[in-house]
């Protein structure tokens, strides 16, 4: 599972929080247009500009991963 950590939210204000983690759901076409799909606020998954987010390099340890999703 991969997460990313939201930089900008100019004109989604609703749906994405700033400097909050979100988990990225694979989507190699939204990839290939610039794109990342995460799920937002509202508990679903949407394509946002990738350069709105930050990726985390590597893979967060399970236990740690668990409490994320259990929050969300």
Do not use: H
């Not at 990313?4 to 979100?22: M, Q, T």
């Not at 946002?48 to 390099?57: E, K, S, T």
């Amino acid at each position: 599972m991969k997460w990313a950590v939201c930089l900008e939210n100019k004109g989604f204000v609703e749906s994405l929080e700033l400097r909050k983690l979100y988990q990225v759901v694979e989507d190699e076409k939204s990839a290939q247009r610039g794109c990342m799909r995460v799920i937002d606020e509202t508990g679903e998954a949407y394509i946002y500009p990738a350069d709105m987010f930050f990726p985390l390099a590597g893979k967060i340890d399970k236990p740690a991963e668990d409490r994320l999703l259990a929050i969300a």
